[in-house]
T-cell receptor, first 117, second 115 residues
Framework: EAEVAQSPRYKITEKSQAVAFWCDPI?????LYWYRQILGQGPELLVQ????????DSQLPKDRFSAERLKGVDSTLKIQPAELGDSAMYLC???????????????FGPGTRLTVL | AQKVTQAQTEISVVEKEDVTLDCVYE???????LFWYKQPPSGELVFLIR??????QNEISGRYSWNFQKSTSSFNFTITASQVVDSAVYFC????????????FGKGTTLSVSS
């Protein structure tokens, strides 16, 4: 069964350092999402791609966060510099269909748990 | 604005008990989708069900069943004869009808099933 892959699974860093997370969606999935999940809360969207283009990054703190999906396949989310409040689970999800079609199910990866000290 | 409320923060049951997880949503859209996901301690979100706003039929899948009532904006999830492996955080989520829209999640309900 195809799965969304993410790495690393766990990351501990000190504040002001740079961190990067990687996501490989299910093969053929056009849409890719990055969500952030703070402990005790539901996930919230950070950024969404369709193929290599950003569809929605309105909730991405662009002063320190960046995301790319250069070839429309895998994606990287970066934080620089990391702050204490960035400690959270970062989840990647993908879905098959493109924006505008009938909605489709988002499938999630195992997540990267970030701890900023 | 869209919103999902899961009023039950934590529920504890003993194995074989039935348990219902509540979900109430708010949306101005006439067409939308509702979802339930399970998040075990390992962290990944496991898809359980998707239901569109046109279809108010209840659904059963093994020990799981879902009750969608548009009149009360609720989409409740029942586990029959709960098992220890059902212990997890369960999230209800809402999305617009068209594809490519983010999921709006509730805060989740932590279910603990003891033997």
């Amino acid at each position: 069964e195809a799965e969304v892959a993410q790495s690393p699974r766990y990351k501990i860093t000190e504040k002001s350092q740079a961190v990067a997370f990687w996501c490989d969606p299910i093969s053929g999935h056009a849409t890719l999402y990055w969500y952030r999940q703070i402990l005790g809360q539901g996930p919230e969207l950070l950024v969404q791609f369709q193929d290599e283009s950003v569809v929605d990054d309105s909730q991405l703190p662009k002063d320190r966060f960046s995301a790319e999906r250069l070839k429309g396949v895998d994606s990287t989310l970066k934080i620089q510099p990391a702050e204490l409040g960035d400690s959270a689970m970062y989840l990647c999800a993908s879905s098959l269909v493109r924006v505008g079609a009938a909605t489709d199910t988002q499938y999630f990866g195992p997540g990267t748990r970030l701890t900023v000290l | 604005a869209q919103k999902v409320t899961q009023a039950q923060t934590e529920i504890s049951v003993v194995e074989k008990e039935d348990v219902t997880l509540d979900c109430v949503y708010e949306t101005r859209d006439t067409t939308y989708y509702l979802f339930w996901y399970k998040q075990p301690p390992s962290g990944e979100l496991v898809f359980l069900i998707r239901r569109n706003s046109f279809d108010e039929q209840n659904e059963i899948s093994g020990r799981y069943s879902w009750n969608f009532q548009k009149s009360t904006s609720s989409f409740n999830f029942t586990i029959t004869a709960s098992q220890v492996v059902d212990s997890a955080v369960y999230f209800c989520a809402l999305s617009e009808y068209q594809a490519g829209t983010a999921l709006i999640f509730g805060k989740g309900t932590t279910l603990s099933v003891s033997s």
